[in-house]
């Protein structure tokens, strides 16, 4: 399996942007489905953006929806989330994770995704 680590993460003001960055270790991340997934204080795990293993389909949670774009470099073994325009509501750990298996679609699932990072925490404030 694929080691996963994320970057990027810190303290901006809203209206703010930051870029987030997952490296994973392993001959597999170039070749299968990525995703970012949140969790605040209180809630539950939800997800935010996936791509599929060639990187020309993505998916994007409606709460991620034209302020974050996720992206990624198979040369570097790099996933990327760009995170514009954040809100307070933005504030929470993200995990990157990688699909259990090589897919076109970029699943939206947690269940669909096999190993995960140990997270990088995003706060903004108003």
């Known amino acids: 399996q694929v080691q996963l680590v994320e970057s990027g993460g810190g303290l901006v003001q809203a209206g703010g942007s930051l870029r987030l960055s997952c490296t994973a270790s392993?001959?597999?991340?170039?070749?299968?489905?990525m995703a970012w997934f949140r969790q605040a204080p209180g809630k539950e795990r939800e997800f935010v953006a996936s791509i599929n293993d060639s990187g020309g389909s993505t998916f994007y949670a409606r709460s991620a929806k034209g302020r974050f774009t996720i992206s990624r470099d198979t040369v570097k073994n790099t996933v990327y989330l760009q995170m514009n325009d954040l809100k307070p509501e933005d504030s929470a750990v993200y995990y990157c994770a990688a699909a259990r298996l090589r897919s076109g679609i970029p699943f939206a699932s947690a269940l669909e995704y096999a190993d995960w990072g140990q997270g990088t925490k995003v706060t903004v404030y108003a």
């Open positions: 392993g001959h597999t991340f170039s070749s299968i489905g």
